[in-house]
T-cell receptor, first 113, second 113 residues
């Protein structure tokens, strides 16, 4: 079945540091890939997505590139802020996604001033 | 404003009791989903519904039940058969036939007394 593996947290960085959160996937066919963000006590919000190989999703300074050859969708940001502290989930949908998304376990990001 | 409303935000269950979590959306979405979130476990799909009066089991449906009598509403009942109900429950919705973009509610934290 489909699965998503992302790096274990928590990840602690200083403000203005470079961020990478690794995500790899296993899926049949050609899935769409997503990053969601969850702030404390809230639901998830879509951060960015990519629907085909070599697509780059971007939003709020975050980027991720769909790499079919390495089955990866790593999240990056050049200069993080304290407000970026949250839990980040990598996810995929395959077969049209009618039965929902498959999520990774989440990576807790802590940014220190 | 359009969105998904979950209530209550906190819920406590006594031994042997059934409890119902509410989920209402005014986004005119056909598909709705229930996920369970445990620390370090990511999100796991409980039930989903693509149209009114129809729903399917997800990966961890045992001990839960749902109904979909109205397009806007998808309540989740946690029955006494669910022996480990303590978790954060998230409801989501999307347009029909795809989970390309899920909209999430703010969640309900269920605890056992």
């Amino acid at each position: 079945g489909d699965s998503v593996t992302q790096m274990e947290g928590p990840v602690t960085l200083s403000e203005e540091a470079f961020l990478t959160i690794n995500c790899t996937y296993t899926a049949t066919g050609y899935p769409s890939l997503f990053w969601y963000v969850q702030y404390p006590g809230e639901g998830l919000q879509l951060l960015l997505k990519a629907t085909k190989a070599d697509d780059k999703g971007s939003n709020k300074g975050f980027e991720a590139t769909y790499r079919k050859e390495t089955t990866s969708f790593h999240l990056e940001k050049g200069s993080v802020q304290v407000s970026d502290s949250a839990v980040y989930f990598c996810a995929l949908s395959s077969g049209g996604g009618a039965d929902g998304l498959t999520f990774g376990k989440g990576t807790h990001l802590i940014i220190q001033p | 404003d359009g969105g998904i409303t979950q209530s209550p935000k906190y819920l406590f269950r006594k031994e042997g009791q059934n409890v119902t979590l509410s989920c209402e959306q005014n986004l005119n979405h056909d598909a709705m989903y229930w996920y369970r979130q445990d620390p370090g476990q990511g999100l796991r799909l409980i039930y989903y519904s693509q149209i009114v009066n129809d729903f399917q089991k997800g990966d961890i449906a045992e001990g839960y039940s749902v109904s979909r009598e109205k397009k806007e509403s998808f309540p989740l009942t946690v029955t006494s058969a669910q022996k480990n109900p303590t978790a954060f429950y998230l409801c989501a919705s999307s347009t029909y036939g795809t989970a390309e973009k899920l909209f999430f509610g703010s969640g309900t934290q269920l605890s056992v007394l």
